[in-house]
T-cell receptor
Framework: NAGVTQTPKFQVLKTGQSMTLQCAQD?????MSWYRQDPGMGLRLIHY???????DQGEVPNGYNVSRSTTEDFPLRLLSAAPSQTSVYFC?????????????FGPGTRLTVT | AQSVTQLDSQVPVFEEAPVELRCNYS??????LFWYVQYPNQGLQLLLK??????LVESINGFEAEFNKSQTSFHLRKPSVHISDTAEYFC???????????FGTGTRLLVSP
């Protein structure tokens, strides 16, 4: 049981490049979320999904796309990277009412856009 | 919508001293409250949570938090801290059912010998 895994751990992009941050969970959780963490701003929700085929925007969705084709995977796509997207990105998943929607976090991806 | 305020961005404390990390929230509906801890270069781990019942909740490593509905607070306390407690602590709130988890801006706890 690996929990929530994220790849890559580190990435450097040039402005305008695109890339996909991978997130996978093996706990059969319905709910998955992407956050970005910036100094002094806590964690801000980018996108979330309540199940396969269903996604919705969070607080800071601009510049990011998501899809949820399977229960296990929830990739985050940066369409055209900008320096403002330099951040640490965390994926999280949570289960049903028996676990009271406790969120389990991945180890994070540190992204630098130059 | 919910919001969380963590007024202290950094709390320095000596080892074996008591500590309190403050968290206040606002919400128009019933809420669940959480404290997460982030050790350097790691992801977030759940420290403790309040869902219902007893307003005092405890973690396995000696932290406790008390839900105070009248003061809309969920302060985190520990009577005697260790060097290993050095980390960033995030308070979070959400409404019942699956709703977005809203985080505070975090409090960095710095424990020195």
């Amino acid at each position: 049981n690996a929990g929530v895994t994220q790849t890559p751990k580190f990435q450097v992009l040039k402005t305008g490049q695109s890339m996909t941050l991978q997130c996978a969970q093996d706990m059969n959780h319905e709910y998955m979320s992407w956050y970005r963490q910036d100094p002094g701003m806590g964690l801000r929700l980018i996108h979330y999904s309540v199940g396969a085929g269903i996604t919705d925007q969070g607080e800071v969705p601009n510049g990011y796309n998501v899809s949820r084709s399977t229960t296990e995977d929830f990739p985050l796509r940066l369409l055209s990277a900008a320096p403002s997207q330099t951040s640490v990105y965390f994926c999280a998943s949570s289960g049903d009412t028996s676990s009271s929607y406790e969120q389990y976090f991945g180890p994070g991806t540190r992204l630098t856009v130059t | 919508a919910q919001s969380v305020t963590q007024l202290d961005s950094q709390v320095p404390v000596f080892e074996e001293a008591p500590v309190e990390l403050r968290c206040n929230y606002s919400s128009s509906v019933s809420v669940y409250l959480f404290w997460y801890v982030q050790y350097p270069n790691q992801g977030l781990q759940l420290l403790l949570k309040y869902l219902s019942g007893s307003t005092l909740v405890e973690s396995i490593n000696g932290f406790e938090a008390e839900f105070n509905k009248s003061q809309t607070s969920f302060h985190l306390r520990k009577p005697s801290v260790h060097i290993s407690d050095t980390a960033e602590y995030f308070c979070a709130v959400r409404g019942t059912g699956f709703q977005k988890l809203v985080f505070g801006t975090g409090t960095r706890l710095l424990v020195s010998p």
